[in-house]
């Protein structure tokens, strides 16, 4: 049975899920946060929707050791998504760590072709699909993986805008928030 999560307190929680792992960690008005930091926030992540089907409702143990290989994977995703065109040996290295873990399969069933995924251990499950994941939006659309344009922020997005255009992590949040400076630094001028 899955976790009972709290309210999940993040302030962006609609991202592709190696998007979402990242956002664990985010800035406001009372300072950072990291909702990892404990064992209760990681019962919270792994509630959330997002997550609970891209697990695909696998049991995944709430303990000490799915922490750890899920701030692994993060680690590492950091790493990548510093330059996701390109990463480093050192990036490449780190999520290639984390895959190694699991692996996906096929197999013909009475219902036609199945996939399936194995992981080392339930803990990994979290942390090699967020890595996957990742891959996936690789292999689509890398130069939609961004960084929020505010420098003040921490968190990710992957741009779905027809455009390609999109800025900040929330327009509610720091997308506001720039258009209030902007219009108050054109006000103060006048």
């Given at each position: 049975?899955?976790?009972?999560?709290?309210?999940?307190?993040?302030?962006?929680?609609?991202?592709?899920?190696?998007?979402?792992?990242?956002?664990?960690?985010?800035?406001?008005?009372?300072?950072?946060?990291?909702?990892?930091?404990?064992?209760?926030?990681?019962?919270?992540?792994?509630?959330?929707?997002?997550?609970?089907?891209?697990?695909?409702?696998a049991p995944v143990?709430?303990?000490?050791?799915?922490?750890?290989?899920?701030?692994?994977?993060?680690?590492?995703?950091?790493?990548?998504?510093a330059s996701p065109?390109?990463?480093?040996?050192?990036?490449?290295?780190?999520?290639?760590?984390?895959?190694?873990?699991?692996?996906?399969?096929?197999?013909?069933?009475?219902?036609?072709?199945?996939?399936?995924?194995?992981?080392?251990?339930?803990?990994?499950?979290?942390?090699?699909?967020?890595?996957?994941?990742?891959?996936?939006?690789?292999?689509?659309?890398?130069?939609?993986?961004?960084?929020?344009?505010?420098?003040?922020?921490?968190?990710?997005?992957?741009?779905?805008?027809?455009?390609?255009?999109?800025?900040?992590?929330?327009?509610?949040?720091?997308?506001?928030?720039a258009k209030a400076?902007?219009?108050?630094?054109?006000?103060?001028?006048?």
């Open positions: 049975m899955p976790p009972t999560p709290d309210a999940d307190p993040r302030p962006l929680t609609d991202e592709p899920l190696g998007i979402d792992l990242l956002n664990t960690r985010w800035i406001d008005a009372s300072g950072r946060h990291d909702l990892l930091d404990s064992l209760d926030g990681l019962a919270i992540w792994l509630g959330s929707p997002l997550v609970r089907q891209a697990l695909d409702s143990p709430v303990e000490e050791e799915t922490l750890q290989r899920l701030l692994r994977a993060r680690a590492a995703l950091d790493e990548a998504i065109r390109q990463p480093g040996p050192g990036a490449v290295e780190a999520l290639n760590s984390v895959l190694a873990h699991g692996r996906t399969g096929h197999r013909l069933t009475a219902d036609g072709p199945a996939t399936f995924t194995e992981v080392d251990a339930p803990s990994w499950l979290p942390a090699w699909q967020a890595a996957r994941d990742y891959l996936r939006l690789l292999g689509e659309r890398p130069e939609r993986i961004r960084a929020c344009g505010n420098p003040e922020c921490i968190l990710h997005f992957y741009d779905v805008s027809k455009n390609g255009t999109r800025r900040w992590c929330s327009m509610a949040g720091c997308g506001n928030r400076q902007r219009h108050y630094a054109r006000t103060k001028s006048t």
